[in-house]
């Protein structure tokens, strides 16, 4: 059987060389290697059964300068560069200028494509242009042809020919019917190769990545003006601070020397060892540093940063009068928590007491029950009392203005953003406390960016890269059943454990009764007058549920001060008009027992009404849910619709209370007396 044959073509005959060794290292003498170049001027024909391409770039002048036979495969070889030639490239300096000289364009332009897909883009690297022989660079790159560039000033850094990779190696054998018998020694000596080169490149190049993408991360979050230079003084890189603040483009910048005559205020050699040594710039007084900048190649550079001695001023005294505008203070302490109750005096023990610590608070509690107050009285009684004190309410803006408020904002993040950015409500409670409320409604969205406020104490502005840390104690509230929306989905289980670390129930006015004419005294006695009720209006005011709390009182208060004289005694003609109806209602209190069997008996036989009563009852003692589902349960033979019935009948005599939500029904002492005398 008879040699192989095989056609090489290349653009010169010094790649000629290289790739022929490269193929009679692998080939031996199996294979006739027939060698072409396109420097050529004659046409040639090639009727080899195989024809290879040095370079898909060379396709044209192939298709001008060859002809080939109808069974020559042509293959477009895929090339690689070297272990050396990779060690060279990843020595070149941080930043520079380069350009990549082959003498084709075309294959220059897929080289440097080549190079940059190897993650080698630490500096910028542009193919060569036709006939260039002016080179405006900080080196230039080539590959085997150093000693056509002898003539040339500038630093030449020589990756070496290209070789052959190994898929083309295998696609060559593939078509010359070689890889079963050349496979084994294909894959020994490209795999040690391989391995060779990934144990010393692997990590200098991953080193340099990593070092690269913190750097360019540093640089363009950072506020301070910033400017790295490499060891001659030349630019690396800089940020849009430092091109605001010397009033130059990034193109005037990058590149150049930092010197005087290139527009800066100071020659390199006057700053290369400076450290917080304060200067005039404008109107600017700056504090300037000098860092060095180390990668695992040794150091590459200095880091110059710029820092506005003036605008740290402006902004701090900015934040001071803003705070205090906005009313970031807090006004309440717990000598402004007003009742005498066991049960208010219970909670404002308990308040007093987590008020010492630094654990988050969660502060359940009915609408106008005063939870901002207990909120302000425990920030104002904690370590924190000479901090800000912040407040923000969850059910007042839409998510995405909640989003900007709390966390703040960088220019540019949005249409409409101020100029310099805005801190964010967190930022603004720094060293003090922020008061979450109604946080039951805050979106899934904000509830994840809250969680990992609260677990790693750092935010991030919208629309910026740079963590901020934060040194705040939550304290939240809610009126909703957390743990129900929880069930729901429409809360997070993991940010509700991480707020309710410290809970506190403040209980509603209703279940403090004791209050109610203590409030309203204290209330009028505010704005200078005396309370002077009627018994049957106290008594009206004293049995009233108060729906919304100390809010409502406050307004019932206003009502009677703004309708009443001074010296008028005020009677239930006096009190708003739902006090109306409820004195209607409550006419039935007068009669006894029997006149109230005799009442509800008109409408359905009377033990309907006292099984509810006494079910009612009993699911209380026991700890229970009196609501109407629980009650239908436990009542064999009442229908839903009928036992809505009843219960409406009760209350509408005084009996039971209906509450809202999972708080059931509860039954009022009337109820209980009428139990007691049945029995």
Same mark, same amino acid.
């Given at each position: 059987?008879?040699?192989?044959?095989?056609?090489?073509?290349?653009?010169?005959?010094?790649?000629?060389?290289?790739? $022929?060794?490269?193929?009679?290292?692998?080939?031996? =003498?199996?294979?006739?290697?027939?060698?072409?170049?396109?420097?050529?001027?004659?046409?040639?024909?090639?009727?080899?059964?195989?024809?290879? +391409?040095?370079?898909?770039?060379?396709?044209?002048?192939?298709?001008?300068?060859?002809? $080939?036979?109808?069974?020559?495969?042509?293959? *477009?070889?895929?090339?690689?560069?070297?272990?050396?030639?990779?060690?060279?490239?990843?020595?070149?300096? *941080?930043?520079?200028?380069?350009?990549?000289?082959?003498?084709?364009?075309? @294959?220059?332009?897929?080289?440097?494509?080549?190079?940059?897909?190897?993650?080698?883009?630490?500096?910028?690297?542009?193919?060569?242009?036709? /006939?260039?022989? =002016?080179?405006?660079?900080?080196?230039?790159?080539?590959?085997?042809?150093?000693?056509?560039?002898?003539?040339?000033?500038?630093? +030449?850094?020589?990756?070496?020919?290209?070789?052959?990779?190994?898929?083309?190696? %295998?696609?060559?054998?593939?078509?010359?019917?070689?890889?079963?018998?050349?496979?084994?020694?294909?894959?020994?000596?490209?795999?040690?190769? +391989?391995?060779?080169?990934?144990?010393?490149?692997?990590?200098?190049?991953?080193?340099?990545?990593?070092?690269?993408?913190?750097?360019?991360?540093?640089?363009?979050?950072?506020?301070?003006?910033?400017? *790295?230079?490499?060891?001659?003084?030349?630019?690396?890189?800089?940020?849009?601070?430092?091109?605001?603040?010397?009033?130059?483009?990034?193109?005037?910048?990058?590149?150049?020397?930092?010197?005087?005559?290139?527009?800066?205020?100071?020659?390199?050699?006057?700053?290369?060892?400076?450290?917080?040594?304060?200067?005039?710039?404008?109107?600017?007084?700056?504090?300037?540093?000098?860092?060095?900048?180390?990668?695992?190649?040794?150091?590459?550079?200095?880091?110059?940063?710029?820092?506005?001695?003036?605008?740290?001023?402006?902004?701090?005294?900015?934040?001071?009068?803003?705070?205090?505008?906005?009313?970031?203070?807090?006004?309440?302490?717990?000598?402004?928590?007003?009742?005498?109750?066991?049960?208010?005096?219970?909670?404002?023990?308990?308040?007093?007491?987590?008020?010492?610590?630094?654990?988050?608070?969660?502060?359940?509690?009915?609408?106008?029950?005063?939870?901002?107050?207990? /909120?302000? /009285?425990?920030?104002?009684?904690?370590?924190?009392?000479? #901090?800000?004190?912040?407040?923000?309410?969850?059910?007042?803006?839409?998510?995405?203005?909640?989003?900007?408020?709390?966390?703040?904002?960088?220019?540019?993040?949005?249409?409409?953003?101020?100029?310099?950015?805005?801190?964010?409500?967190?930022?603004?409670?720094?060293?003090?406390?922020?008061?979450?409320?109604?946080?039951?409604?805050?979106?899934? &969205?904000?509830? !994840?960016?809250?969680?990992?406020?609260?677990?790693?104490?750092?935010?991030?502005?919208?629309?910026?890269?740079?963590?901020?840390? %934060?040194?705040?104690? @939550?304290? &939240?509230?809610?009126?909703?059943?957390?743990?129900?929306?929880?069930?729901?989905?429409?809360?997070?289980?993991?940010?509700?454990?991480?707020?309710?670390?410290?809970?506190?129930?403040?209980?509603?006015?209703?279940?403090?009764? #004791?209050?109610?004419?203590?409030? *309203?005294?204290?209330?009028?006695?505010?704005?200078?007058?005396?309370?002077?009720?009627?018994?049957?209006?106290?008594?009206?005011?004293?049995?009233?549920?108060?729906?919304?709390?100390?809010?409502?009182?406050?307004?019932?208060?206003?009502?009677?001060?703004? !309708?009443?004289? &001074?010296?008028?005694?005020?009677?239930?003609?006096?009190?708003?008009?739902?006090?109306?109806?409820?004195?209607?209602?409550?006419?039935?209190?007068?009669?006894?027992?029997?006149?109230?069997?005799?009442?509800?008996?008109?409408?359905?036989?009377?033990?309907?009404?006292?099984?509810?009563?006494?079910?009612?009852?009993?699911?209380?003692?026991?700890?229970?849910?009196?609501?109407?589902?629980?009650?239908?349960?436990?009542?064999?033979?009442?229908?839903?619709?009928?036992?809505?019935?009843?219960?409406?009948?009760?209350? =509408?005599?005084?009996?039971?209370?209906?509450?809202?939500?999972?708080?059931?029904?509860?039954?009022?002492?009337?109820?209980?007396?009428?139990?007691?005398?049945?029995?």
């Amino acid at each position: 059987m008879g040699k192989k044959r095989l056609a090489l073509i290349t653009m010169d005959d010094l790649t000629n060389e290289l790739l $022929f060794n490269q193929l009679t290292s692998l080939f031996g =003498d199996s294979v006739s290697i027939e060698r072409c170049t396109t420097e050529d001027n004659v046409c040639k024909y090639i009727d080899a059964p195989v024809a290879l +391409v040095s370079s898909v770039s060379l396709k044209v002048d192939v298709e001008n300068k060859f002809r $080939f036979g109808d069974k020559t495969k042509v293959i *477009m070889s895929r090339r690689s560069i070297g272990k050396q030639g990779l060690k060279n490239l990843l020595e070149i300096p *941080m930043g520079s200028r380069g350009i990549l000289f082959i003498g084709h364009k075309d @294959v220059s332009r897929d080289t440097v494509q080549l190079i940059k897909q190897l993650g080698i883009t630490h500096f910028e690297l542009q193919p060569e242009q036709p /006939a260039q022989s =002016d080179f405006d660079a900080d080196l230039i790159i080539t590959a085997g042809k150093a000693n056509q560039l002898k003539d040339v000033n500038l630093p +030449v850094v020589d990756i070496g020919i290209l070789r052959l990779d190994i898929t083309t190696i %295998v696609e060559v054998l593939s078509a010359l019917y070689l890889l079963d018998s050349k496979a084994s020694l294909v894959s020994a000596r490209y795999e040690r190769e +391989v391995i060779e080169l990934c144990q010393e490149v692997s990590h200098a190049l991953g080193q340099a990545t990593i070092f690269s993408k913190e750097l360019e991360v540093a640089i363009n979050t950072n506020r301070d003006g910033m400017v *790295m230079m490499d060891e001659a003084g030349r630019i690396v890189v800089s940020n849009q601070a430092a091109e605001e603040l010397f009033k130059l483009p990034r193109e005037r910048m990058v590149g150049r020397l930092f010197t005087r005559e290139n527009g800066f205020p100071w020659n390199w050699e006057d700053l290369h060892t400076v450290d917080n040594s304060i200067l005039r710039l404008h109107d600017y007084k700056l504090v300037v540093n000098a860092s060095p900048v180390e990668t695992p190649l040794g150091k590459i550079g200095t880091m110059l940063t710029f820092r506005d001695v003036t605008e740290i001023q402006r902004l701090e005294e900015m934040v001071r009068r803003d705070l205090a505008a906005k009313g970031h203070v807090a006004r309440f302490t717990f000598q402004d928590i007003i009742g005498e109750s066991t049960e208010l005096k219970s909670v404002v023990k308990v308040a007093q007491r987590i008020a010492k610590t630094e654990a988050t608070i969660l502060i359940y509690g009915e609408s106008g029950v005063g939870k901002e107050l207990f /909120a302000q /009285a425990i920030h104002s009684a904690s370590l924190r009392r000479n #901090g800000p004190f912040v407040a923000v309410n969850f059910s007042a803006l839409s998510e995405s203005l909640m989003e900007s408020e709390l966390f703040g904002y960088d220019e540019g993040a949005f249409t409409g953003a101020k100029k310099g950015g805005k801190p964010g409500l967190f930022e603004m409670a720094h060293g003090g406390t922020i008061f979450l409320d109604e946080i039951g409604d805050a979106s899934p &969205a904000l509830q !994840t960016r809250l969680l990992r406020v609260l677990q790693e104490k750092q935010v991030m502005r919208v629309g910026a890269t740079k963590i901020i840390p %934060v040194d705040v104690r @939550v304290i &939240a509230a809610t009126n909703k059943d957390l743990p129900g929306l929880i069930k729901k989905g429409t809360f997070r289980q993991d940010l509700y454990y991480r707020l309710n670390v410290l809970p506190l129930n403040i209980p509603p006015l209703r279940e403090r009764r #004791g209050d109610v004419l203590f409030l *309203m005294q204290h209330f009028f006695v505010k704005r200078g007058h005396q309370l002077n009720v009627i018994p049957s209006a106290l008594q009206l005011l004293d049995r009233y549920d108060w729906p919304g709390n100390t809010r409502e009182l406050q307004n019932v208060v206003e009502y009677l001060y703004c !309708t009443s004289s &001074a010296d008028e005694i005020i009677g239930e003609q006096n009190l708003p008009r739902h006090f109306l109806s409820l004195s209607k209602t409550n006419t039935l209190g007068s009669k006894n027992s029997g006149d109230l069997f005799k009442q509800l008996s008109e409408n359905a036989p009377m033990e309907d009404y006292t099984l509810l009563l006494k079910t009612i009852k009993d699911s209380i003692a026991q700890g229970k849910s009196a609501g109407r589902r629980s009650l239908f349960r436990s009542i064999p033979g009442m229908t839903e619709a009928r036992l809505r019935v009843r219960l409406k009948e009760l209350q =509408d005599v005084g009996l039971v209370v209906l509450m809202s939500g999972r708080r059931g029904t509860r039954i009022t002492e009337r109820g209980l007396a009428l139990l007691d005398s049945m029995s």
